[in-house]
């Protein structure tokens, strides 16, 4: 009997189940179209059956642009269902640095991002609507600034959003700082 599941980054991502006392391996995840450098797995979430996996040094919209995947399972394996990219133009973005899911919605930070200003940082949100993961929204700082960082890590539940800006500079250098965002 599966007891817990625990993820692990770094390259390639992996599957791990916890059974008693024994953790061991059950399914060695790999995307398609990843290519060295993408570093996929650098940031992990799981909802139910559906997981998703970052690749935020990916090139697919331009150098570093980023990109996150997501895969569903379908009987005993775990199938890629999407490769998520913003609707606009995300060079440098590090789009997938940090990844959140719940339910039919996920949470992609992009550090680099165009927010306030460019390079503040933003996040997107995706939800599934008839199989398909649509952008619905643009989250940044109102009082972004470059190399803030906002959207280094996200998280989601419900309605409710949190995404960090750990090189915010309100309290003094990185100080840091988290935004929630409420639906
Ligand atoms: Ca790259
Ligand atoms: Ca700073
Ligand atoms: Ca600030």
Redesign the pocket.
């Known amino acids: 009997m599966v007891l817990a599941i625990i993820l692990f980054g770094g390259w390639p991502a992996t599957l791990y189940a916890q059974s008693g006392c024994n953790i061991h391996q059950t399914v060695r995840l790999h995307a398609e179209d990843v290519v060295g450098?993408?570093e996929f797995g650098s940031s992990v979430g799981l909802n139910g059956y559906t997981l998703v996996v970052g690749a935020h040094?990916?090139?697919i919209d331009g150098?570093?642009s980023g990109t996150a995947i997501v895969f569903e399972r379908q009987g005993d394996a775990w199938e890629q269902a999407a490769v998520l990219v913003a609707n606009e133009y995300t060079v440098g973005y590090n789009f997938g640095r940090s990844v959140g899911i719940d339910g039919d919605l996920i949470l992609v930070g992009a550090v680099f991002g165009d927010g306030n200003e460019p390079g503040s940082g933003c996040a997107f949100l995706f939800e599934r609507i008839n199989e398909q993961w649509t952008e619905i929204a643009k989250l940044i700082a109102d009082d972004g600034e470059a190399g803030d960082s906002f959207g280094r890590a996200v998280a989601i539940d419900g309605r409710i959003a949190l995404v960090g800006a750990h090189h915010d500079d309100d309290q003094g250098n990185d100080s840091g700082a988290v935004y929630v965002f409420a639906q």
């Open positions: 450098g993408d040094k990916s090139d150098e570093d």
